[in-house]
């Protein structure tokens, strides 16, 4: 997802048309290619098993761009109990499953221009059939969290842009 607003990048010099507001991976970050042919594993794009023993979800964490007026959106995986991640997969078509209470769980993404966030904690808010569910963040000082509630500003934006293009420099 992009909007109309294209920016000079000033790690390249180059113009870049517009200016991404979603990101996203694949896999929780303790998923590895072999894992695939493990019967005991599973990936699909919305919830993840590995080796029987830990049960992610994806979801989004949403961050406002206060002088856009828009998201950016972190699409992360979490870490669920076996009990939470079996709970979700009941409702999973169920009319008014946003109706759940929030499930906590660990965040399992690794977010580049941020300090680490592996194992920050989380609440998972389930959202409508057809909609990822929202990860809201413990409320501390991590910048992470700190960005959630109070949201960035289009430079921020640019700056993640710039960091992702161009992750080597």
Excluded at 10 to 19: A, K
Excluded at 78 to 103: C, D
């Amino acid at each position: 997802m992009s909007n109309d607003l294209g920016f000079t990048c000033s790690c390249c010099g180059q113009r870049h048309d517009g200016l991404p507001l979603a990101y996203s991976t694949e896999a929780p970050v303790y998923w590895t290619p072999e894992m695939a042919d493990d019967p005991d594993s599973e990936l699909s794009s919305d919830q993840c098993v590995i080796q029987g023993q830990a049960f992610f979800m994806r979801g989004t964490i949403e961050i406002p761009v206060t002088d856009l007026g828009e998201t950016l959106s972190w699409g992360v995986w979490v870490s669920l109990s076996p009990e939470k991640y079996a709970r979700a997969g009941e409702l999973w078509e169920t009319p008014g499953r946003e109706n759940e209470p929030p499930y906590f769980g660990w965040l399992s993404t690794a977010l580049p221009t941020y300090p680490p966030t592996i194992n920050l904690k989380t609440n998972l808010h389930i959202r409508p059939v057809g909609q990822r569910p929202l990860i809201e963040l413990e409320p501390t000082d991590h910048p992470l969290a700190v960005e959630q509630r109070n949201g960035i500003t289009l430079a921020r934006v640019q700056q993640i842009a710039e960091t992702l293009l161009h992750p080597d420099r």
